[in-house]
């Protein structure tokens, strides 16, 4: 086996037996209380489950499905579904937050998307996302001092959101940059062998990519508008969680 392959492998076999031993703890800890909860709250979990697909899901699946050109969109039912199985992963596994993005970028890939464009989608989709999560953060801090006068809370939760616009303005910059080209060549130079040449030019084509697609300024507008109305209308979850409970 060439030696990508057995890395790959190991990777992955290293990632699951990891977190499959933190969901049995977190099992074996806490499943007394879970079951507390669903008792609680009877059959109101389904509305909430109903509510969160049908809502905030949706609206995520649309934010990532305009980011594709259009020779590569997959019909939004499909991403609808790719979206769900993605947050499924990244929810029940949470050592693994992230797994559920590369599943759903590996999902894209197998049902015909040219993989530099699923997984330059997704990771365009996250940073946006991120910097859409920001803005909702200080809006609502806003609102709430609007409704309570109460502004002790303000100067760190502002501090702590410009830190993390910081940090993802920074990634978003080395992804202009080539980021992944950079990886790539770094990891050849390692790894001292032919066979790893291929990923740098992997890397190239990644990068190109992600700057086409940041370059699509509806696309990221729309991506951006999608993303703020999930996030605002996330709150009729909540809603219905605690009036069940």
Not at 31 to 39: C, D, E, I, L, T
Not at 75 to 89: A, C, D, F, Y
Not at 108 to 119: D, F
Request: net charge positive.
């Amino acid at each position: 086996m060439k030696a990508p392959g057995k890395i790959h492998i190991t990777m992955w076999l290293l990632g699951l037996i990891g977190a499959a031993l933190f969901t049995f703890l977190l099992i074996r800890q806490g499943a007394s209380q879970v079951g507390a909860a669903f008792a609680s709250a009877g059959w109101a979990i389904a509305a909430v489950v109903i509510y969160h697909f049908a809502v905030p899901v949706f609206l995520d699946a649309l934010a990532w499905w305009v980011l594709f050109p259009k020779p590569d969109r997959l019909p939004l039912w499909q991403l609808l579904w790719m979206r769900w199985i993605g947050e499924s992963v990244s929810t029940l596994v949470p050592s693994a937050a992230v797994g559920g993005d590369i599943v759903r970028a590996r999902l894209a890939a197998i049902h015909g998307v040219r993989m530099p464009v699923a997984v330059g989608t997704v990771l365009v989709d996250l940073t946006l996302g991120v910097f859409t999560q920001a803005a909702f953060t200080l809006l609502g801090v806003a609102l709430l001092v609007l409704a309570t006068g109460q502004r002790s809370f303000v100067g760190p939760t502002v501090i702590g959101t410009l830190v993390g616009v910081v940090a993802v303005g920074g990634f978003y910059f080395v992804q202009r940059l080539g980021m992944f080209r950079f990886l790539a060549k770094m990891i050849a130079k390692l790894a001292n062998s032919p066979e790893w040449e291929s990923l740098v030019q992997s890397g190239e084509n990644l990068d190109a990519t992600v700057r086409t697609l940041y370059a699509r300024r509806g696309a990221v507008i729309g991506c951006c508008v999608w993303t703020m109305l999930s996030l605002i209308l996330n709150s009729g979850e909540i809603w219905i969680a605690l009036h069940a409970l």
